[in-house]
């Protein structure tokens, strides 16, 4: 009787710890690409916390800040303006954030909606994902555009596309 008891508690507690959502810690790999028009940068520092479990995608979550004083459009003069009030004002609002909503599988992979913050301004975001899986590593891809005027970076312009495609590479442990 004592066997079957130890047995039936080892298969719950097994179960049951397989059945946690699994968190991830951020890899300092990651890569953090834009492009508008002629422009192409990157932001070279960000923090974050993920959870994903594919066995019970609804217990996923994703939360990123990224340290918009990293921003690097190759150029110093460039990346000053970028910093300034008229772009990021980055003084005010020092960090860009992204918190998940909801996670969701789709046929293409998956799909995270959520609450993005880019100068003091807060707009719900649906961003596609990718992952691979390899060595006991995970890596989330995705890409996808944003409107830069909706968070008042920059002004309505010519030499600038109101349009930034984001590309963004996280890979995890």
């Known amino acids: 009787m004592n066997h079957i008891f130890l047995v039936s508690l080892f298969i719950t507690l097994t179960a049951s710890t397989y059945a946690l959502p699994k968190q991830w810690k951020l890899l300092p790999q990651y890569k953090i690409g834009f492009t508008a028009g002629e422009f192409a940068g990157t932001f070279k520092k960000m923090t974050g916390k993920i959870t994903f479990d594919t066995t019970d995608i609804s217990q996923s979550s994703f939360q990123f800040i990224i340290d918009a004083n990293t921003i690097d459009l190759g150029v110093p003069g460039i990346n000053k303006d970028a910093k300034g009030e008229a772009w990021f004002n980055t003084k005010q609002y ?44 995970i890596i989330f891809k995705t890409t996808f555009s944003l409107k830069r005027t909706d968070y008042e970076i920059g002004k309505q312009s010519t030499d600038v596309p109101p349009d930034v495609e984001m590309n963004i590479e996280i890979p995890a442990s």
């Open 94 to 137: 020092p960090n860009i954030q992204f918190t998940s909503r909801a996670v969701a599988k789709t046929p293409a992979g998956y799909q995270v909606t959520g609450e993005l913050t880019v100068k003091g301004i807060k707009k719900e975001i649906i961003i596609p994902l990718a992952y691979t899986l390899a060595k006991g590593k």
